[in-house]
């Protein structure tokens, strides 16, 4: 049996606190769940960490005030990519695991949206490199979402050099 080393469970420790359920105090609902729909259960104290806007949010009177399990609906993820981002939130956040990378598109919209920047260069990374002539359009209107100029020029360039050079 393998252990963990001592660097592993420090990393690990948010995901464990997620995974175990212990002491969540938020709700995360994606947009495509319905009224009805499952939802994710989370740390206001860590979402704040992670995300300004998560922590202007969650600071509001309105929330504080609450007393109940207060559930945020991200109208703009599906129930997989809300999954993606909360286990990024979760992560140390040194790459993007292979669920990450599989939304990377709608998680780099939310590295922007939710004031997450290391997640959106991440993203950009990532889309980058799977640059290839099926998606380069796609890649290039994506860029145009928060301009980003280093994503834009690299889905231009090879846009330009795959179908002119």
Partial sequence: MATETNKELFVGGFAKILKEQRQVDVRLKAGDSGDEGASTSAHKLVLSA???VFKKMLESDEIKASAQLE???LCEMKHEELEAFIEFIYSDGSMLSAKEKQHVRSLYIAGDKYEIPHLRDLCRIELISSLKSSNALDILELAQIPFDKALH??????????FFG
């Fill in 50 to 52: 992670r995300s300004e």
């Fill in 71 to 73: 559930t945020i609906t």
């Fill in 153 to 162: 020029d690299s889905a231009f360039f090879f846009f330009f050099f795959f």
